[in-house]
């Protein structure tokens, strides 16, 4: 089954926005099953998109139409399908209600123009906005092109898609086989040596297939089966999962599209009844934001430090400047007495820490790039020294991913060493 996917809008065209939706979207539908052949990019002009409709309707199965959703006058993407398709536009009610309880709850007053975020085709089906106010909308004549039409933004576009437009295309548009899906994510190796790793498995791929995807400082390794039934594939997945395992099993965190690292070290934390506190320098509180977008944390994380310089090492977690000035602010003895400092002030299981140079400029005579991350806990404390690349967002990155798998690690061999005793 043929599907194409269209962006609109002019940012687009003029590379002030980047068009992540056609990836994650191709990656999805190919998934699925849908042979995703063409992929193009409109301004916001309607008599375009109309010329951009005209051919796709002859050549593809599915059109998926991104951005113009919104409340503004060149968010035309409903207007012109619907004027293609011959629909009339109508308000969706359950749109309408949570247009109006956002409203309320942010005390603002509604402009008549957002109004036009709710309308759907009056023989369209609604697609929910969980994360925004634009709805969505599935379209097909009987035997005909099916549309699909998305809001613009990642973060409205991807939870519309994952949890209502993949259901709804799998029910509306079936294939004679199914097609099941695993995703397994790793840690600590990159894609070229998880690749290598697992060559002959890829080249020698059938059912199912093995695609790898290089992530911000991870992997994501995505199986695919066609199956005649789901045990069948779930035991064909099963298999292919545990040959990979057996080469990269040790840097494998978890499964899902959705999934992160953090989730997953908040959940250990939560199962184990542990928490975590975190004093940060070159990371600047990026930790604690990381953690801090997965919900129920603060059961686990009851706050944090951010001490940037040597001054507020000392004011805030009372290490001596003496000490600091021996043996510097970037450097084990220094990560070491953040972390066990952190711990002490906030009566948590653990305390981490982050010290070292983000860069661009060297400090202390360390390059860019250097860092120090230590974990204190109730037996003692441990650091280690890495050394990151890239520009500084991607140091500081790399610094905070790499301090959730040292906690997500010892979490983890707490329950080896609980086995054993």
Known sequence: MKAEIIAVGTEILLGQVINSNATFLSEELADMGFEVYHHSVVGDNRER???????????????????????????????VVAEFVGQDLVEDKPGLEQLHAFYRKAQRRMTPNNLRQVLVFAE??????????????????????????????????????????????AEKLPHEEKLLSRVLRFYGI???KLVTELADLIDQQTNPTIAPYAKPNEVTVRLTVKTATEVTGQTLLDATEAHIMDRVGEYFYGYGEENTLE???????????????????????????????????????????????????ASLLGI??????????????CAEAMAVASRE??????????????????????????????????SGVESRLYHFTRDRAYVRHSAVMAGLDLLRRELLAEDNFSEES
């Open 49 to 79: 998109l109309l010329e951009l409709l005209q051919v796709a309707d002859k050549r593809s199965d599915l059109v998926v139409l991104c951005g113009g959703l919104g409340p503004t006058t060149d968010d035309l993407t409903k207007d």
């Open 124 to 169: 369209g089906l609604a697609l929910p906005n969980e994360t925004g106010l634009a709805v969505g909308i599935f379209y097909q004549k009987p035997g005909q092109t099916a549309y699909l039409l998305l809001p613009g933004p990642p973060s409205e576009l991807k939870p519309m898609f994952l949890h209502h437009a993949k259901e709804l295309l």
């Open 190 to 192: 990159g894609e070229s």
């Open 263 to 313: 989730k997953v070290v908040v959940a250990l934390l939560k199962d184990k009844h542990k928490t975590v506190t975190v004093a940060e320098s070159l990371t600047a509180g990026e930790f604690q934001g990381t953690i801090g977008n997965v919900p129920g944390v603060s059961t686990v994380f009851p706050g944090g430090l951010v001490t940037y310089s040597a001054e507020t090492k």
């Open 320 to 333: 001596d400047p003496a000490y600091l000035a021996t043996y510097g602010t970037v450097s084990r003895e």
């Open 345 to 378: 002030k906030l009566g948590t299981d653990y305390g981490l820490s982050f010290t070292g140079v983000a860069g661009p400029e060297t400090l202390e005579e360390q390059p860019a790039g250097t860092v120090w991350i230590a974990l204190a806990s109730a």
